[in-house]
């Protein structure tokens, strides 16, 4: 069974930082692209990040701010979020994109609040 879960989030000021976490399970994680997007109300879905073993991609709108890394050995991904802004108030998802296959699965999501 797939278990993809994320962890993390919060009410942060703006300016300040926030690490996301995603444990996933169930998965041969090497095959998978891991990804981070972000929903704020009325919006669409948005990609943030996405890492794979060989490379990594950014939203121009988090570029110099945030930082995606992957731990293989404990099948995890992270989004360190910093210099944070109101407009990235959203609920937070992990994604898992097998890189050959059409799989791919969704945690559950992390509210992230940035206000004073």
């Known amino acids: 069974q797939v278990q993809i879960v994320e962890s993390g989030g919060g009410l942060v000021q703006p300016g300040g930082s926030l690490r996301l976490s995603c444990a996933a399970s169930g998965i041969i994680f090497g095959f998978y692209v891991m990804g981070w997007y972000r929903q704020a109300p009325g919006n669409k879905r948005e990609l943030v990040a996405t890492?794979?073993?060989?490379?990594?991609n950014y939203a121009d709108s988090v570029k110099g701010r945030f930082t995606v890394s992957r731990d293989s050995a404990k099948m995890s991904a992270y989004l360190q979020m910093n210099s944070l802004k109101p407009e990235d108030t959203a609920i937070y998802y992990c994604?898992?994109?097998?890189?050959?296959?059409?799989?791919?699965?969704w945690g559950q999501g992390t509210q992230v609040t940035v206000s004073s």
């Open positions: 890492i794979s073993g060989s490379s990594i």
């Open positions: 994604n898992a994109e097998h890189q050959f296959t059409t799989e791919s699965y």
